[in-house]
């Protein structure tokens, strides 16, 4: 059996070195981080695991902001509560639809903008399949701060299959107690990255900063290290022994990761050639792969288009929003390393560039437009028609967790991406899907 296994991983390494070669005979040879708030909301003060136990002091650890009590008094979390994670990451089959489509949203835009001077710019306007064939909804929330009650109220009633939230960690105990089959997925937003020094010391030194924190959040399922690293390839060999010595000093204390965090539009297929290393050492140990994907002005920009460099185009993936379907099908699948995925940041971001539309951030600033475009009667409409066209897609794909919009809870330079007031409308959509 031993030379069974090391002749298996000899054949994966020959063909990850094909895999690394073919993309430069094709082709020729950061991310935002959310601002510090005024008044941070840290982690619960939840009791570690007594074989973790870490020595604190008095006021080491603030209790995490919730909304104001009365609005939370018949949800409270008991101290003693134990999370009910799931033992597996659910992996189902992609059901196709089979029934004629329905158009939720007129084909014809009412209006056309521009790319620079001369290229015009119609969205594509789908029509979206039969979601009731698709499986239960894929769709969920980022979470940067429980600051609203909706917020919760949309766990109850969606209970969907994934949750992110950043810093602010300690609701997701009532997470697990509404909605137990919940992954949670958390990110401790304090990293200084920089690639240096070497990598796995480099992992082990990121762990132990912040373990404390890690140890006194059990209900988070998977922990998320560097937001939106772009390697590129000088770099991206360093990234992958980061992250695989990053899961495995993880594992040690009983923790589970969540690797990659790479932004929209990010990497290009060699440079992801490089990270094979770290997605075979996570499923090793039960860990899942996270990247972000948006759009702008709307989700389906380049959808239908080929990555840069004139790799080969697939109809169904695009430079943007499905950008992982090529690296799953192109490069995963072959190699039987498909990992689960979960999009921990979807939705819409004006900062993507270049691009045809108004000038805006987060979806709020588009509002106007895709009402002139066609996508919906009003803005949220228009939003969650788009969203629903991601669903849509992502359902069709088992090996895809879940997605979370970004973001609610948010504050200050992320007002434009706030979707607390569109979360019962959210929950809405998520149930009707759920038939």
């Given at each position: 059996m031993y030379w069974q296994n090391h002749l298996h991983r000899l054949r994966k390494?020959?063909?990850w070195i094909v895999l690394l070669t073919i993309p430069w005979l094709l082709m020729g040879c950061q991310g935002e981080t959310p601002p510090v708030a005024s008044l941070p909301t840290l982690v619960a003060a939840a009791t570690a695991p007594p074989e973790h136990t870490p020595t604190l002091s008095p006021g080491d650890v603030p209790s995490t902001f919730t909304p104001a009590a009365a609005t939370l008094s018949s949800h409270i979390v008991s101290d003693q509560i134990i999370p009910l994670a799931p033992t597996t990451i659910p992996t189902?089959?992609?059901?196709?639809p089979t029934r004629t489509p329905t158009p939720t949203a007129t084909a014809t835009p009412t209006a056309t903008l521009e790319i620079g001077e001369a290229t015009p710019y119609v969205p594509f306007i789908p029509n979206l399949p039969p979601t009731n064939q698709l499986?239960?909804?894929k769709l969920s929330i980022h979470v940067i701060r429980n600051n609203d009650p909706a917020i919760m109220e949309f766990v109850r009633r969606a209970?969907?299959?994934v949750i992110k939230a950043v810093d602010d960690l300690g609701f997701l105990a009532e997470v697990k107690q509404v909605s137990p089959y919940t992954l949670t997925i958390g990110r401790i937003?304090?990293?200084d990255q920089q690639y240096q020094g070497e990598p796995e010391q480099a992992a082990r030194d990121y762990v132990a900063a912040n373990?404390?924190?890690?140890?006194?959040?059990?209900y988070v399922d998977y922990w998320e290290g560097w937001n939106e690293p772009d390697p590129n390839i000088a770099n991206m060999f360093w990234y992958s022994r980061f992250e695989q010595e990053r899961t495995r000093e993880m594992a040690r204390h009983g923790l589970k990761v969540a690797i990659g965090g790479f932004p929209t539009g990010v990497p290009e297929i060699p440079e992801f050639t490089y990270f094979l290393g770290a997605i075979e050492v996570a499923m090793e140990y039960g860990g899942i792969l996270t990247l972000h994907e948006y759009g702008a002005p709307d989700m389906t920009f380049l959808y239908g288009s080929q990555l840069p460099g004139g790799y080969p185009r697939r109809a169904d993936a695009g430079a943007l929003t499905f950008r992982y379907r090529y690296f799953y099908r192109d490069i995963l699948e072959p190699l039987g390393l498909v990992i689960p995925l979960v999009i921990t940041e979807a939705g819409v971001d004006g900062i993507i560039n270049p691009r045809p539309g108004p000038g805006g951030l987060g979806w709020r600033d588009f509002q106007g437009y895709w009402v002139q475009q066609g996508w919906g009667i009003d803005g949220p409409s228009a939003f969650i028609n788009q969203l629903a066209w991601y669903d849509a897609g992502?359902?069709?794909d088992g090996y895809v967790i879940g997605f979370t919009i970004f973001?609610?809870?948010a504050f200050g330079q992320w007002d434009s991406y706030n979707i607390n007031d569109i979360l019962p409308q959210l929950a809405d959509y998520v149930l009707s899907q759920n038939r």
């Open positions: 390494r020959l063909v189902p089959a992609p059901i196709l499986g239960p909804s209970r969907p299959p937003d304090n990293v373990l404390r924190q890690y140890l006194l959040n059990p992502v359902r069709q973001t609610a809870g």
